[in-house]
């Protein structure tokens, strides 16, 4: 049996002990509406891994009676602007543990260590900014075809806040599947079709 030394007390005799307490944070980061940058690589993994999700999720949806298999123009816009609401990060929390600071949620399904998890507070607002953040520089278009190419993970986040990091990328952010002959061509040749030219032919 393990027992908590911060809830309970001195422990029974015999028992073993785990001592936790809220993750620490410096006084600056307590007060920011911000992502800390030491945290940014794990912030990125949770915005994929939801956008990822999110992703599939409408696919899915697609009716079996039409032929594409792919997501409209709208649905891919509509995709990327619900990933950084509020809500999409209520499952996430963080935690410290034997001095190392995690974060806990469905992007980290290995990470399951007892103790105290800390979440609410600014930590929604910095989830929402680093989100919108992230997407400053990119289309709907760009996002949605990274993520159609398996590269999701790796051109929003080994790019950047995981640069130096991770040196691979962890499963639960990898995302794969059969490509349309159009995409293949796309990320074979580089012979990708240009729709905002076509746009503005129309």
Excluded at 76 to 99: A, H, N, P, R
Excluded at 133 to 139: A, I, N, V
Aim: with cysteine; aromatic share 10%; glycine share 6%.
């Amino acid at each position: 049996a393990v027992v908590s030394t911060q809830s309970t007390g001195a422990p029974p005799p015999g028992m073993d002990t785990i001592s936790y307490k809220q993750p620490s944070l410096t006084e600056e980061e307590q007060k920011s509406h911000y992502f800390p940058d030491r945290y940014r690589c794990e912030a990125c993994q949770i915005v994929v891994h939801n956008l990822g999700t999110d992703y599939r999720t409408a696919e899915a949806k697609i009716p079996k009676k039409k032929k594409r298999k792919v997501l409209g123009d709208i649905e891919m816009m509509e995709t990327v602007e619900d990933v950084c609401l509020k809500e999409k990060f209520d499952k996430y929390s963080i935690q410290e543990f034997d001095g190392t600071v995690t974060f806990k949620g469905p992007a980290f399904p290995d990470r399951n260590a007892p103790g105290m998890s800390m979440g609410g507070g600014l930590w929604p607002v910095r989830y929402v900014n680093y989100c919108g953040d992230l997407f400053e520089d990119y289309s709907e278009d760009e996002v949605y075809s990274y993520y159609r190419q398996g590269n999701l993970f790796y051109e929003l986040c080994m790019k950047k806040h995981c640069k130096g990091v991770l040196k691979d990328i962890p499963k639960p952010v990898d995302f794969k599947h059969s490509l349309t002959d159009e995409e293949q061509l796309c990320k074979d040749e580089k012979k990708c079709p240009n729709k905002s030219a076509k746009k503005e032919e129309l």
